[in-house]
């Protein structure tokens, strides 16, 4: 098993692991920042995390799946995975768009505090096992589906955070409850390391890579094709274009 920065797979997985949990507190930023400044931020980047999550899946975890799957076989996993957050997010009214998760009228979210954090609960879970597995096939590939993830987690828990507090939570309850829903992630990669030998690692990958298509295409993408000048549109773009190279190039 390789290693990354001089640490061993399991010292690998762990770090990577808490340090997914701990983003979920990187809302806390939200009550620190003007909203009109927050605004302008969250959509650069979605745009980041919707090109990183393009670039994770298109780079590395699809081509470290079809390396051990027929292509028919791996286009069912990629299908399923995709088919599943559709699922999801239709029976649990779940939505990653964060401008609206932002919505001022507290009747609007206050049914939704608790499905978000169920839907990102399962979310996470299934991160961690897919993540994990991609590592355990090619610890590169793994690291760069971890870095898009790690992306899209950041405005993610933002618009957590705020649908929270429009909700009447407390922010320290906001906090606490958003990192007890990430602490799935590491529960799922320890499941996907203890069973590594006997879980399918490639089928658990390509399903993961549907999650992470369907969560960029239907979720942020949309957001950013929907510029209201021709400025923000170049540069929503830009930051797209600038999560694909990451992933393209940073990692090989």
Known sequence: MGVV????????????????????????????LPARRLEVLLLPLVALAAGSLLGGALFH??????????PRQGANWIAAGF????VLEQSLHWHHSHRQRRADSP???????????LGDGLHNLIGG???????????????????????????????????????????????????ISAVTFPLGALIAWAFRTS???????????G?????????????IKNSQSRLAAAS???WFLLGLLLLQRLIH
């Open 5 to 32: 920065a001089g640490m061993s797979s399991t010292a690998t997985i762990l770090t990577g692991s808490l340090g997914m949990t701990l983003i979920a507190m990187v809302g806390a930023i939200s009550l620190i």
């Open 61 to 70: 975890m699809l081509p470290e799946g079809f390396s051990e799957l027929m």
């Open 83 to 86: 088919s599943t957050f559709l």
């Open 107 to 117: 009747t609007a979210v206050q049914p939704m505090a608790l499905l978000i954090l």
């Open 129 to 179: 096992l897919g993540i994990t597995s991609t590592y355990l096939i090619n610890p590169p590939a793994g690291i760069a589906a971890w870095l898009a993830a790690v992306l899209h987690e950041i405005p993610q828990e933002l618009g957590d955070f705020g649908v929270l507090l429009h909700s009447g939570w407390r922010p320290r309850q906001a906090l606490l409850w958003n990192l």
């Open 199 to 209: 879980l399918p690692l490639a089928p658990l990958v390509l399903f993961a890579a």
């Open 211 to 223: 999650n992470f298509l369907y969560i960029a295409a239907s979720d942020l993408v949309p957001e």
């Open 236 to 238: 929503n773009l830009g």
